[in-house]
């Protein structure tokens, strides 16, 4: 090595002895602070160390950078390695549910490596099992700005807003979810039921149709069924707003496609009514109760009857009530309404006849008590009356007859649509009327026609 290095700088010195000997004149070099002479061969090599000089100088700013990111490289690598450890550890503590290790170990990660998108979100699970809101969302929140397009984290912080009852800024986030991913039908289910708890049937409807045409064609039964109940409720909301011509053509449609879908049948009896075809409207109500035997049929032909205020309509409406026992005098639902209908016209006596016919048929319940408990109030026995109030104690003053989910259980005295528990539609019934239609065979009373 050491000869290799001689033998180059005597060639290198010998080179430079023979320049001179070719070059043997002066060179005046003009500076800012002088004039200067010099040899060629001299300001040739000056050139050359100048430049040597500058290179040795750039490599060790190149080499001296190097060494820096790799320090640094190292030690965020270290730190990396250190937030993942207690970032896992943190999880286990918080599944133990040591909320306060938790707290600490995830601090301490976040600390490590304050870009971490999975450090955040554990930290939002940490905080929401403090309860505290505020936090679950600034960690979310932080957590997405690392990561825009991570479709759980818009999930997480959209629930989290629902759950707060901030629909708007659940619903942007799911449309941002949609924008990132149009076909995600987990997107479209939320939103759909947001648009549905909000009463926005027409955006509802909307999304369950883009939801519809994502669905396999196995599983599509169910949600044909609810873009049904969403077009029902468009229908309704027209009608309220006195569209009734076409929202009595959707109802029509939606009857033939589901015929044992009772609110159609409502609703087109109520738009034939605004319409002024209460004929028709009868005709309809009548007609679906043979065939569904739904008792709302019976209280909405009552109403249907008594809204006009014409005493022949009512004679008309208790000579459909006599017909139909006349024809069957074991049903005992007829003459459930019927003897309700007779108090309310002021004829208790006929009224304790039918009432009495169904507690002899074993059947009791609440709101019959308190039918009898008034047609024997309004004949005078009062002791009757009063035994027959203690027995529906606890049940109200009211002679309406409450409806009852068969899905969720809740009760309520008005009909509706669907269950605002819990969301289902088509599904109140009087349960009264289940036990009557399954009563035992019992001797009749028969009304002469």
């Known amino acids: 090595m050491f000869l290799k290095t001689f033998f180059l700088s005597a060639l290198l010195f010998s080179a430079y002895l023979y320049f001179s000997f070719l070059n043997r004149g002066n060179i005046t070099i003009f500076l800012p602070n002088g004039v200067y002479e010099t040899t ?32 640094r490289s190292g030690r965020r690598t270290r730190g990396i390695r250190e937030a993942e450890e207690n970032l896992r550890q943190g999880l286990a503590t918080l599944r133990a ?67 707060q009852g901030d629909s708007k800024n659940a619903a942007d986030l799911y449309d941002r979810i949609l924008l990132l991913d149009t076909s995600n039908r987990r997107a479209m289910a939320a939103l759909r039921e947001l648009y549905r708890r909000q009463g926005a049937w027409r955006e509802a409807l909307e999304m369950q149709k883009s939801y519809l045409k994502l669905t396999p064609p196995e599983r599509q039964a169910p949600e044909i069924e609810r873009l049904i109940f969403f077009r029902y409720e468009c229908a309704r909301l027209s009608l309220a707003l ?26 087109l009896a109520e738009a034939l009514k605004q319409e002024q075809k209460v004929e028709e409207a009868t005709d309809l109500l009548k007609k679906a109760f043979q065939e569904l035997r739904h008792p709302i049929f019976l209280i909405k032909l009552e109403d249907l009857f008594f809204s006009q205020d014409e005493p022949g309509k009512i004679a008309a409406l208790v000579n459909f009530y006599k017909r139909r026992i006349h024809d069957n005098p074991h049903d005992l639902l007829i003459r459930l309404f019927y003897g309700k209908l ?5 004829m208790a006596e006929e009224a304790l006849i039918h009432l009495k016919v169904i507690v002899e048929s074993g059947v009791d319940f609440p709101s019959l ?31 309406r007859i409450p409806f009852v989910c068969r899905i969720c259980g809740h009760e309520q005295i008005e009909w509706s649509s669907f269950c605002p528990a819990c969301g289902a539609w088509d599904s109140y019934d009087i349960r009264a009327c289940v036990a009557l239609d399954s009563a035992k065979p019992f001797e009749t009373y028969v009304i002469p026609v």
């Open 369 to 399: 008590h308190i039918l009898l408990a008034e047609a024997y109030r309004r004949t005078g026995d009062l002791d009757e009356a009063v035994s027959e109030y203690r027995k529906a104690l606890g049940v109200g003053k009211t002679h």
């Open 242 to 267: 006195g569209a009734t011509e076409k929202s009595a053509a959707e109802l029509r449609e939606i009857i033939s496609e589901k015929p044992s879908f009772i609110p159609a049948h409502v609703s």
């Open 342 to 346: 007779c108090i309310r016209m002021i």
């Open 40 to 71: 060629v061969p001299l300001l040739v090599v000056g050139a050359i160390l100048a430049g040597a000089l500058v290179v040795l100088l750039a490599n060790l700013v190149g080499l001296g950078k190097t060494r820096l990111l790799h320090w």
């Open 97 to 163: 549910g040591d909320l306060k290790r938790a707290r600490f170990l995830l601090e301490k990660a976040c600390e490590k490596d304050p870009f971490s998108t999975p450090v955040y979100g554990a930290l939002a699970e940490l905080a929401e099992q403090e309860g505290n809101t505020e936090e679950v969302l600034k960690c979310l929140g932080k957590a997405r700005e690392l990561d825009e397009k991570n479709l759980e984290l818009l999930f997480r912080s959209a629930s989290v807003y629902e759950v």
